[in-house]
């Protein structure tokens, strides 16, 4: 089974700044795609950014980009001039490749609570 | 127009008692989705469903059953509710066989058991 590890339960950062996510996970798959979801105090499950694993190209969304590790099952998101909306709970989220049989769901990491400070 | 939707979004009641969440997707999906998001933000699927195939969690006791009217719909009944079942449920929907398959999730329904 796969399993998906976010090690910073907290992070703040200053409004305007840069901030970086950490993820790892663990499978033996080659192929799977790799999700970061924000759910905000609303609770609503808003998805940020998404990245191919056999795609090498980071991924890029406006002030959000990932840095995709294949080889250290790394993907960290970046969050380029923070802003106060950006405040949120970040999830990582790990989904293996549609196999025909069935529909897998999303592993999730613990999250990582954001603050951006004024 | 809301993609994903759930009633109730707050659902009080005992324990003890049998309960029901309703799901609607109007995205035109394939696959629908349970997850539970428990008191320390922890998102866990619980089942997965489309035409073909229930995926249960084998973490997921059997007092929780999805049920689908059509394929817009899935619905969790919850029988006998304990304490423990207190939590965020989402539903979330996708288009099996498309890239990423990306999930939609509706807002959530917070049950709290009494």
């Known amino acids: 089974a796969q399993t998906v590890t976010q090690s910073q339960p907290e992070m703040s950062v200053q409004e305007a700044e840069t901030v970086t996510l950490s993820c790892t996970y663990d499978?033996?798959?080659?192929?799977?795609?790799l999700f970061w979801y924000k759910q905000p105090p609303s609770r609503q499950m808003i998805l940020v950014i998404r990245?191919?694993?056999?795609?090498?190209q980071n991924a890029t969304e406006n002030r959000f980009s990932v840095n995709f590790q294949k080889a250290a099952k790394s993907f960290s998101l970046k969050i380029s001039d923070s802003q106060l909306g950006d405040a949120a709970m970040y999830f990582c989220?790990?989904?293996?490749?549609?196999?025909?049989?069935?529909?897998?769901?999303?592993?999730f990491g613990k999250g990582t609570h954001l603050i951006i400070q004024p | 127009d809301t993609a994903v939707s759930q009633t109730p979004k707050y659902l009080v009641t005992q324990m003890g008692n049998d309960k029901s969440i309703k799901c609607e997707q109007n995205?035109?999906?394939?696959?629908m989705y349970w997850y539970k998001q428990d008191s320390k933000k922890f998102l866990k699927i619980m089942f997965s469903?489309?035409?073909?195939?229930?995926?249960i969690n084998e973490t997921v006791p059997n007092r929780f059953s999805p049920k689908s009217p059509d394929k817009a719909h899935l619905n969790l009944h919850i029988n006998s509710l304990e304490l423990g079942d207190s939590a965020v449920y989402f539903c979330?929907?996708?288009?099996?066989?498309?890239?990423?398959?990306?999930?939609?999730f509706g807002p959530g329904t917070r049950l709290t058991v009494l």
């Open positions: 979330a929907s996708s288009q099996v066989g498309v890239s990423y398959n990306e999930q939609f």
């Open positions: 499978t033996s798959e080659s192929d799977y795609y």
């Open positions: 990245q191919e694993a056999y795609k090498q």
């Open positions: 989220a790990y989904r293996s490749p549609y196999s025909g049989g069935g529909a897998d769901g999303l592993t």
């Open positions: 995205l035109g999906h394939d696959t």
């Open positions: 469903y489309n035409n073909k195939e229930l995926i």
